[in-house]
Structure formats: C-alpha cells, structure tokens
C-alpha cells in the first residue's frame, strides 16, 4: 500500500480567543505552507496551544478565520478537519495495546478491518515500532509513547498535522534523535505540520518556518535563518539565541549601507537597513549574537572593546565566556568553537580585546 502525500495550505486570519478577561489571542494572522513544517516559539501563554486548539477544532475563535486551502473550516467539528494531533502528555489509552490506541481514529471513522490492520503494520513500521504491537503503552519508555502518539495522528492520513511540545517529556540525547526521526516521517507523508514549542533549538532544527508569539500575537515569523540573523525586537533576538545589547546615538552614516551609533565611550558600525525610519540623532538599541564575537588585537575591527574574561563555561563542541567591559553594568557573551581562538587561563581578569564585524550588529525595532 503506498500513501499519498497529503497537505494543504493553512491560512490562519485575525484570531481572536478570549478566556473571560484574559486575552489568550490577540489578531493572529498567519500563512502556513503546504507540506512544511511550521513552529509557534513563545515563553509560556503565549497563545501558542490555543492557536492549536483552534486549528484542531477542539475550540472556537471569538473572532478571525481558519482556512484549509482556501476553505472556511471554522464550523467544522474536528472529526471533519483531517487533522491529526499529538498532545503535550501523549493522551494514550492505558487499557489499549499499542496496536488498538494507533487504529481507534481509524475505527472511529469506521473503515473495514483488512484497511486498519495494513495501515496499522505500515505505520509501526515507519516509527520503528513492529513487534510491539501487544503491549501497553505503561510497558514502553517515554521516546516509545511517543512514537506510538504519532503514529496514531498519522495513520489517519492528516492534511494537517499538530503537534504540541512532542519531545518535551524526552531527555536531551532521545529528544535530538527523534528530531530527525520527526523530519524524516514528516518529509515521506508530507502533511503542513506545526509543531508548538518553547524550545529555541527544537524549533530552529525542526522547521521550515518559525513564528515567534508573545502576549497572544506572532512578533515576526520567517525562515528560522532569517530570524536568527535579523531579529525585529529585542524580545525576539533574546528569545531565540542569546544576544549583547548596545543601545545609544545614531551619529551619521559611515557609508550608505552602514550608519555609526556612540555607545558608552565606543562608536560602532551597523548595517542601515533600507527604507529605514532611522535617523541621525535617533536613539537605537542593537544587538550581537555572542558567537559573532571574536578575540583579538587591541583595535581590530571596526567595532572593538577591551573586556576583561571573569568566566567560562566548556560546551564540548565550544567554550562560552562572560566577558566584562569596563564601566558596563553586565557583562557580554561570547562563545567561540575555534581553539585558537579560545583564551588561555593566564588571560583571566587581565585585558583582552574582542571584536565583530558591523554586518553581525543587528539594529532592532521598538517594542
């Protein structure tokens, strides 16, 4: 039996949910793309779940559309939607075997028993789960719930798939592993996935597109690069990476690409972005993400400080520094995975010189 790839383009427009005064969404628009996969980023009530929920018809906007290829679904029931959905906490049947939890939304659309068993052993398949197909779901780890929670949202052969935190309850090595596990099984049935997560990395790995949400609304969303090298805010360049803040005065252009802003005691060079409403005189704050920072000369790059190495932290594959500036009130971050680019022991609290390039220096928008 080979599976058609299913998807559809999901245009969600001007949601709008309230929980009696709380305000869970707040005009979310969005525009998903068929056969991708999508993540909604964002710290705890958010408006990520809800968005979700919506979606899946498990609850009703006050306000807004959701459509499926250009189809209003905002009265379909969920049954109806072709959505397939994987919960937080997995929500298997504790009395059903594996085998029974992944064909119950098969039964429950009534299709014959021949059909249920050949998607069912096709599916097992697919998540490594063959030969489990007897036991419960209290009899297997935590990566195999997961995979069964899967497997039972895409047997059904979803257009859409949704996902919320899938990998949370995983351990950091299992969680990685089934990453690609996700992409692969997501890549060959092809449904428009998104996946809700609070995890930077998760969602930066995963997706095709990320959607950075606070206070019920998507702050910006685009290719995961694109916000990580060109974060709008200053809430978005901290919630996806770590970032070192300068805010000051934009005192004149260096050129026509790039403007110079006075900081402190140092002027540094930054990319002026086109059609931009900044100005000379205009107060700025921008932004460097620590491993565009290196170690140098004194006055290497444009844009240098003399900083002072309190701490270190070995990642394995790098070594993050706290770097402190003199006359800063916190210190920077700077990570660097090249060891001779790495600072010797002999080198701490005495001055050393640390540089980036003004094309890494981002100039964020006001909240």
């Not at 992944?102 to 068993?117: K, P, V, Y």
């Not at 360049?237 to 110079?260: Q, Y």
């Not at 000369?297 to 770097?323: H, W």
Request: glycine share 8%.
């Amino acid at each position: 039996m080979v599976w058609e790839k299913m998807s559809v383009n999901v245009h969600l427009h001007n949601l709008r949910k309230r929980y009696g005064r709380q305000v869970a969404l707040d005009g979310v628009s969005l525009d998903l793309v068929p056969g991708e996969i999508t993540s909604l980023l964002g710290p705890s009530g958010c408006g990520k779940t809800t968005t979700l929920r919506l979606i899946a018809g498990f609850e009703t906007a006050d306000d807004g559309e959701i459509y499926f290829d250009r189809k209003q679904i905002n009265k379909r029931p969920p049954e109806k939607r072709e959505v397939g959905m994987v919960f937080q906490n997995y929500c298997l049947f504790p009395h059903m075997t594996v085998q029974e939890n992944i064909a119950f939304g098969l039964q429950m659309r009534r299709q014959g028993s021949a059909e249920i068993r050949e998607k069912t052993e096709r599916i097992l398949d697919m998540v490594q789960l063959a030969g489990y197909e007897e036991r419960r779901p209290s009899e297997l780890s935590g990566g195999q719930q997961q995979r069964v929670a899967l497997a039972r949202a895409l047997v059904i052969d979803p257009a859409v798939l949704l996902l919320d935190e899938p990998l949370g309850a995983l351990d950091k090595g299992l969680r990685e592993s089934m990453q690609f596990e996700l992409k692969r099984i997501q890549r060959r049935l092809g449904p428009t996935t998104i996946i809700v997560t609070h995890d930077q990395e998760e969602a930066l790995t995963l997706s095709g597109r990320v959607a950075v949400m606070k206070n019920g609304k998507v702050v910006q969303s685009g290719a995961p690069k694109d916000i990580y090298d060109r974060p709008r805010t200053r809430f978005v360049a901290e919630f996806l990476g770590g970032a070192n803040l300068f805010s000051g005065i934009v005192t004149g252009r260096k050129s026509d690409a790039f403007g110079c802003v006075a900081s402190r005691r140092e002027t540094f060079v930054f990319p002026w972005p086109e059609m931009s409403s900044i100005q000379v005189g205009s107060s700025v704050t921008c932004a460097v993400r620590p491993e565009h920072i290196h170690f140098g000369k004194p006055g290497e790059g444009d844009n240098s400080l003399s900083v002072k190495i309190a701490d270190s932290i070995f990642r394995g594959t790098s070594r993050t520094y706290e770097a402190w500036p003199d006359g800063y009130d916190a210190p920077l971050q700077v990570i660097s995975s090249s060891d001779r680019n790495q600072v010797t022991d002999m080198s701490y609290d005495k001055p050393i010189n640390i540089y980036w390039n003004p094309e890494n220096m981002m100039v964020l928008e006001e909240e």
